[in-house]
C-alpha cells in the first residue's frame, strides 16, 4: 500500500506541474517549493535546536498560533518552523513573526520526508488539527521525534475507522499523544485501539480570546460607524451577498455596513460595489474620505476583519450557503456580537453549539435573513442577550493550550 501511495504522490506532483500553467494559485504551489530546502539551510545551522508545526492552511496556523506562542516562550534556544500545505495559509502568513523559518511543506515523498527532517532536526513536531503524510510520520517515528496532534478532530466517516483503512491507522500509530476537541473523536480512537489521547478542547477559544487584550482600535472605522448600528458582513461569498445586497439597498439610512468579502479581487470587488445602491466606499479609496456620510463600506485588503469586528453591533459571517461551510465564527462571538450564518455549518461544532444556544441564528432564505436582522436591530434586549451568550461561549471553552503544554511538560 505503501508503495501505491508513493507512486500516486509521484504523478500528483507531475500532474500540479501541469496545473500551474494554468491555475496561479496551483503556480503558488509549485513555485513556492522549488527554494523550500535552500531557504532552511540558510536559516538554521546544523547544531541548532528546532520545534516543528504543521499547518495546512490558514486556519490551522490560526488554530495553533497559542501553543507555538506559548512554546516559544518556553523554549527560547529553539528555532521555531512553521510549515504550509496550502498557498492561502503560506501566501498570507509567509511573514509571520512568531515563527523563525516559515516555508511551504515539500510533497509527501520519502526522500522529501528524510531532507526536510534531516534539515531542521526538531526536537519535538506538532500537526495542527488534521492531514496524516505517511512518509513524514514514518521518519519522525523512525528518528523516536515526538509527534503531536492538536486540536484534532475525527469523524466516523473517515478511512482510519473502516476496514479498509489499515494504511491510514498505521499514519496514526506514529504520533506519541492526540490531543482531541471532543468525546466523540476521543472515543473514535479508542474504538481502534488508540488509548493515547485526551480531550484538550479547541486552542481556537485561546486564540480568540487572546484577542481582547490587544488594540482593536480603527480609526478609520470608528468615524465611518458615527456611533450608528452597524453591521459587519465576514467572509462572504456572492451566495451570502445576492441577500445581503438586496437589504442593504432596501435598509434604513441609520444603519451602517461593512462587508469583508472572503474573495478581495478587483473584479469581484467593483462587482458587488456596482450592486450597492446606498453611498458606498472601499478600503482602498478611503483617504481624504468623509466616511460618517458613507453607508457602506467595502473592505478590499485583509488582515484587519478581527478588529473590524470590534465595531460590529451584529455580525454575518458568510459561507454558510456553500461547502464545507461557515467560515470563522469565534472572532466576532468573543466580542460578544450576535451572530446570522447561512444554512451549512454541521461540520463546525462551535456553530453548531452557538445556533443551539441561541447567540447565533441560521438563515436560509431572504426572508429569514430579513427577519433575523429586524429582531437585532430593533429589540436591543435581544440583541445583548445573544451577544452575552456568544462571549460566554468562547470563555466557557478557553483553556485548551494549557492541557497541551502541561501534558508536554509533566
Known sequence: MLFLYNLIIILASQVVKLLALFSPKMKLFVDGRKEVFSILKSKIKPNEKTIWFHAASLG???QG?????????????????ISFFSPSGYEVRKNNTVADVTVYLPLDTKSNAQKFIKTINPELVFFIKYEYWPNY?????????KTYLISGIFRENQAFFKWYGGFYRNALKTFDYFFVQNESSKKLLQ????????ISGDTRFDRVVSILERDNSLDFIEQFKDNKTTIVIG??????????INYINNSSDNIKFIIAPHNIKSEQIANLKSQITKSTILFSEKENQDLKRIQVFIIDTIGILTKIYSYADIAY????????????????ATFGIPIIIGPNYSHFA????????????SISNQKELNEAFYNLIFNEDVRHEKGHICSTF???NKGATEIILNHINS
Open 60 to 62: 490551522e496556523y490560526e
Open 65 to 81: 498560533l497559542p501553543v507555538i506562542e506559548k512554546i516559544k516562550i518556553q523554549y527560547p534556544n529553539h528555532k521555531i518552523v
Open 137 to 145: 510520520l514514518n521518519e519522525l517515528k523512525k528518528l523516536n521525534i
Open 191 to 198: 474504538s481502534i485501539g488508540f488509548n493515547n489521547v485526551k
Open 235 to 244: 467572509s462572504s461569498w456572492p451566495k451570502d451577498e445576492e441577500l445581503l
Open 317 to 332: 459571517v458568510g459561507g454558510g450557503f456553500g461547502n464545507p461551510g461557515v467560515h470563522n465564527i469565534l472572532e466576532p
Open 350 to 361: 462551535e456553530a453548531i453549539a452557538l445556533v443551539h444556544q441561541e447567540g447565533c441564528v
Open 394 to 396: 468562547v470563555q466557557m
